[in-house]
């Protein structure tokens, strides 16, 4: 087979006119066909810092779903994939259209030039069945109604209402091909077919990956062996590991030690354009303060947002102003908050909700999954003093993080996650807006006339066609959570590793679970 023409790839529509997000950029294997010529062969080994809460055991620690940091593409692919500028671009996929102008059925063709790490092809029947899982396990899947193999190398997806961004769905790093089997099997061999074969894992701590001499991509990897080291919650360690030379690179570094690192020899610092950001949950059961929409925009506006970039990440530099919806700083739909802090307004809010004096807030609990969560909530804490917010937090251990629930198994009668924080990465607006529907924890159960309407502007942006014409109502959906405040987003952080200079070819990503070690290499 040969590629198909970057044009034939990205002009998908009806009726001969552009529809969604275009697949805007060559295909990955052309990119890096035309980067200059690399040395095969060598090794590397990294150490990753982020917390992964679905981490494996000896019976699943080589499915997608378990692996140890999450970064899929050292074995695994997906039809699409979101490139470092956060655009869709074409992975395993060489046409992806919708059926008509509704958006809810999708045609895909795949490359037939791919086979499994065991050398068997890779046909539309795997990817059928690998959707079976995603689509019952994937919060991004879980539109899929079904699949349809249409041909050995195309199918149809069949979604429970359009869906103008869907590209973006097929690029999430667990939605890869694996070979067909029950769902409830399916991925646990660990085989794939990305560049790297996994042949040893340790659960949680270690695994080990060897070149794919029968990739799709020719020429790639440059790499023969590929080594990921567990060191979540331990920067000390993995900092150290490699200063002492038993890494080549750290990811997910604390941005605060970007200065000490700076002159270090054999160091590069590598930044990604934005990252991940801090979702402060307000829970909404009986009961709780947060129901009041008043005591929540008070909390807003007491947050010092930028004490927060200035404290924890030493300037703007390594970090954006968020505005309270899951969108990232860098996203062209982004909407920066229309006022950034008003203590006299939060003041004001408090009052009118019966609280002159000022308010004590439930206990709110966070999870260590960033090393410098705990600098992020003093400078919350203390800053939202100001406006007579009293705002206890303390930490819990990243063990046990979802279960950390109470009361009644129905959220109306008082079950509610007890968390203040979890880490959302950036994603397309279609994603991330989502995340703040009413069954949600995300949004605290946010429910009432203005999540209504919130939910209808979502349901009208993934029919509507025209990137333009989505971004008005992207805009108009953020002026809600402004002024509604269903959880706080007061800042992200942009994504930095650290690597030797004799790495080559790797770069940083704002989603670190997307980085591509394909064309990595060793001087």
Not at 19 to 32: F, H, N, S
Not at 84 to 104: G, I, M, Q, S
Not at 336 to 348: G, I, M, N, T
Not at 405 to 434: C, E, M, Q
């Amino acid at each position: 087979m040969t590629d198909p023409t970057r044009r034939d790839l990205l002009c998908y529509g009806l009726g001969g006119s552009a529809v969604m997000v275009a697949l805007d950029g060559a295909l990955i294997g052309e990119v890096q066909a035309q980067a200059p010529a690399q040395k095969r062969g060598g090794s590397l080994a990294y150490a990753q810092c982020s917390g992964n809460r679905r981490g494996g055991d000896a019976s699943n620690t080589r499915h997608p779903y378990f692996m140890i940091d999450l970064i899929t593409r050292s074995a695994y692919n997906t039809l699409t994939w979101v490139n470092e500028d956060l655009t869709v671009v074409p992975e395993l996929a060489t046409k992806l259209e919708p059926a008509d102008a509704r958006l809810n059925v999708w045609d895909v063709s795949v490359r037939d030039d791919v086979l499994f790490h065991d050398g068997r092809e890779v046909t539309a029947t795997d990817w059928a069945a690998s959707f079976e899982l995603h689509r019952r396990r994937n919060f991004a899947s879980g539109q899929i109604q079904r699949t349809e193999v249409t041909g050995k190398h195309s199918l149809r997806f069949f979604l429970e209402a359009g869906n103008s961004e869907f590209p973006y769905v097929l690029a999430e790093y667990d939605n890869v091909v694996m070979p067909a089997d029950d769902w409830q099997k399916i991925g646990l061999t660990g085989i794939g077919t990305g560049p790297f074969k996994i042949v040893s894992a340790d659960p949680q701590r270690r695994m080990v990956l060897e070149r794919n001499e029968t990739y799709w991509r020719k020429g790639f990897p440059y790499l023969d062996r590929l080594e990921v080291v567990n060191r979540e919650g331990q920067m000390e360690s993995a900092i150290n590991g490699f200063r002492a030379g038993q890494f080549d690179a750290v990811l997910n570094i604390d941005p605060r030690l970007v200065r000490q690192l700076q002159g270090e020899r054999d160091t590069d610092i590598v930044p990604a354009s934005s990252g991940d950001q801090a979702v402060i949950v307000l829970p909404k059961h009986p009961g709780s303060p947060f129901l009041d929409a008043r005591i929540r925009r008070a909390l807003a506006l007491a947050i010092d947002r930028e004490a927060i970039m200035r404290v924890v990440y030493g300037g703007s530099r390594w970090g954006w102003v968020g505005n309270d919806s899951h969108l990232a700083g860098t996203d062209p739909m982004f909407v920066a908050r229309p006022v950034s802090r008003d203590l006299a307004k939060a003041k004001a809010l408090l009052a009118e909700a019966g609280h002159p004096n000022g308010i004590t807030l439930p206990t709110l609990y966070y999870a260590p999954q960033w090393p410098e969560m705990a600098r992020y909530f003093q400078v919350v804490q203390e800053t939202v003093k100001e406006a007579g917010i009293i705002l206890p937090i303390e930490e819990r251990p990243n063990d046990g993080y979802l279960n950390f629930r109470t009361g009644d198994a129905d959220v109306t009668k008082g079950n509610f996650h007890k968390f203040a924080y979890t880490a959302v990465g950036p994603r397309n607006p279609g994603i991330s807006l989502f995340r703040m529907r009413s069954a949600n924890n995300e949004s605290g159960y946010w429910s009432g006339p203005a999540h209504d309407r919130y939910m209808e502007l979502y349901g009208k942006a993934m029919v509507t066609a025209g990137a333009a014409e989505r971004k008005a109502i992207y805009a108009e959906m953020q002026k809600i959570c402004a002024e509604e405040v269903p959880a706080l987003l007061p800042a992200g952080r942009n994504n930095v590793l650290i690597k030797r200079p004799s790495v080559i070819g790797l770069k940083n990503h704002p989603q670190h679970w997307s980085i591509m070690w394909d064309g990595v290499s060793r001087a």
